[in-house]
């Protein structure tokens, strides 16, 4: 006797997994954390300049969800709910600390092993110095930054996850944009 064949996967869209994980489908809320956690996780660990830290609140975002996904008005708007908890809860912990943090989160990231020596020295001096730079800026300004620049937010976007309006964020965009350059003229 044979058994049949488990049937492959289908790749489903964040709407339809949320529908399923509101039902308490845990293999639909499997997949939505495999596709989440790198982009939660690499905000984090940027707004925050700590790894441990990053992967305790994305560990916690992702546990939020799961309890909260019963008040997720539109099941389409996952990721930026996602977006929404991570940022505030790195915010949250930023206003709590006392000192500012100077960590550099990529730390253990290393440079392509194909550049020459000379190249990846200069690459990894220039992502220290933009990781520093970044730790410059407000939190507010960092996390509308990382949102724009890395995640590829738009501005509405981010204005609903940070809780400011679009104008607000372009501003929060350029004035942290002006400070990056400035600071990054010297790898010009």
Same mark, same amino acid.
């Given at each position: ?110 440079? +392509? ?74 790898? +010009?």
């Amino acid at each position: 006797m044979t058994v049949p064949e488990a049937a492959p996967e289908v790749e489903s869209d964040d709407a339809t997994l949320a529908a399923r994980v509101r039902d308490g489908d845990v293999r639909a809320y499997e997949q939505l954390v495999v596709r989440y956690q790198g982009q939660m996780f690499r905000l984090a660990s940027r707004i925050l300049a700590d790894r441990a830290e990053a992967e305790d609140i994305v560990q916690e975002v992702f546990l939020t969800a799961w309890r909260r996904i019963g008040q997720l008005q539109d099941d389409g708007a996952f990721a930026g709910w996602l977006y929404r908890m991570t940022t505030n809860r790195c915010l949250n912990l930023l206003r709590s600390r006392q000192l500012p943090a100077d960590v550099d989160p990529d730390a253990t990231a290393s440079p +392509r092993t194909e550049t020459q020596p000379e190249q990846a020295v200069q690459v990894s001096s220039q992502l220290e110095a933009l990781t520093v730079a970044l730790q410059q800026l407000t939190p507010e300004q960092r996390a509308c930054w990382l949102l724009r620049e890395v995640h590829g937010r738009s501005y509405e976007e981010i204005g609903e996850i940070v809780g400011a309006n679009a104008t607000a964020v372009r501003g929060r965009i350029a004035r942290a944009r002006a400070q990056l350059a400035e600071v990054m003229k010297p790898w +010009r």
